[in-house]
């Protein structure tokens, strides 16, 4: 009798053992497949809020600059660029360089280059283009999302001091 009873009992362990390795490798799969949904949300938020960011800033800045002749597209060591005047021989440059969103604040007769420019926000490219008072902005962000937005310049008009 006890013969039967020993191997009645290595079944049951044996069972509870399986049983336990089903219930553990299924906790696991859950798991992995939770971590790679929330992987997958924070990059897209990620990459929606730089491409928000991005166009924000350029936005602003274009607003903040907003007076007659002070906003034209332009290149700047070979890159198009947003030149924005500062007053007293100064300008702000907004472009795009080695995959970053740059700006770059100098003096137009110092010759600065691109390279010379503060990073704000890592991008794949930007194209600029003009037209009707319109400043056209495309970012292509590095997961390959492309946000668009136009941007009114208001005072297209160059200011006389002549009355």
């Not at 089903?22 to 990059?43: E, Q, R, W």
């Not at 990073?119 to 902005?137: F, H, N, P």
């Amino acid at each position: 009798m006890k013969k039967g009873q020993l191997r009645r009992h290595n079944i049951d362990i044996l069972f509870l053992m399986v049983l336990f390795l089903i219930f553990t490798f299924s906790g696991v799969s859950v798991l992995l497949m939770a971590v790679n949904s929330y992987k997958s949300v924070v990059f897209a938020n990620e990459a929606n809020a730089n491409a928000r960011v991005a166009t924000s800033y350029i936005k602003e800045q274009v607003r903040q600059h907003d007076k007659a002749g002070a906003i034209t597209l332009g290149k700047l060591d070979g890159e198009d660029c947003i030149k924005m005047s500062e007053g007293e021989g100064y300008s702000l440059y907004i472009y795009e360089y080695n995959g970053f969103l740059m700006e770059l604040e100098a003096k137009d007769s110092s010759g600065a280059t691109a390279d010379f420019g503060n990073k704000i926000l890592e991008i794949k490219d930007m194209t600029l283009d003009e037209k009707d008072g319109l400043i056209d902005v495309t970012i292509h962000e590095k997961s390959g999302d492309e946000m668009n937005m136009k941007i009114g310049v208001k005072s297209t008009e160059v200011e006389s001091d002549e009355e």
